[in-house]
């Protein structure tokens, strides 16, 4: 691996984890959605170089049901730039229980809907709180659009990689550029100045550019003020130490590009071809039931649009029938793919 020479850049990623449904009802998550998205927005108003990053077509499409008005500030800052689309996802799911064509119905749905009302498509795939990743995902994100891929688990300490940043490579050859974040996807407290110090310690010595994430997740509201003022005063202490990395407000986009600018200048990023294994192993053996009407409920929805299409096939006049694949059909694979989240179908709750 080439060594690099460059001033290292620590881009650091505001975001807010959060569970839907976890220890707490629908109603809540969807709350807690609202709540966070309104602190974000605040935060943009005081803070102008300060970006958020955001997953999950479910969650803008539940915010533009019961505040429309706050979903219109977010499709504004989606606009400006300061608001970015990743994971292009319905969800944040589970990515080992699920089928293959879930995981496709996930990209088909949550792509399709931030195309209509935002414009745009993500290039990330975002899975950091997923417990496992299988190996052929990188075909199925690239055929989707999403070239990069963010996850947090396995951490160092259950699975060694070659680095942080690799290729990660599907048994077909397809590969997306993958960034495992060090410590964690959210701060709480005081932590922060050791969180980013971890962070610095887990840069690729291969690459200039890495990524710590900062926030506070679920009920806490996403990146605070006291997050953001900690974050400027470290970046100006920088200048008086040029060993210590540059720490930059910023968002995957400008991370992952940069990356790419350093991979064509030569830099030698490993592959990695393999699965991501394994995090809470115990989570796959509680909740059985859950896993098999997960299954149970695949099937049924490929069956029943098997004999939509064939219903369809039969209508002289399409136009007359619209309801066979419309309303009646889609709907409801967007239902599977939420109860699919990372927090509810494995059994950690």
Known sequence: MTLTSNPPTLHAIGNAHIDPVWLWRWPEGIETIRATFRSALDRMKEYPDFVFT???AAFYAWLKLVDPGLFGEVRERVREGRWE???GWWIQPDANIPCGESFARQALYGQRFFLREFGVLATAGYNPDTFGHVGTLPQILRKAGLTRYVFMRPMAHEKQLPGNVFRWRAP????????????GYGTWGDELSEHVQASRAARPDYLSHYIVFYGVGNHGGGPTKRNIDSLRLMSQQH???SAASRIALSSLEAFFAAVEAEMAAGADVPVVADDLQHHARGCYTAESEVKRQNRRVEHLLMNAERFASAAWSRIPAP????????????PVPRYSC???SAGSVPGCA
Do not use: H, M, N
Not at 172 to 183: F, H, K, N, Q, T
Not at 319 to 330: D, I, N, S
């Open 239 to 241: 200048a008086a130490d």
């Open 54 to 56: 955001g997953s999950s």
């Open 85 to 87: 689309i990743v994971g």
């Open 172 to 183: 077909d050859g397809s590969e997306v550029l993958a960034a495992r974040i060090a410590r």
């Open 319 to 330: 136009g007359t029938c619209r309801w066979v694949a419309g309303p009646v059909v889609q």
């Open 338 to 340: 939420r109860e699919q």
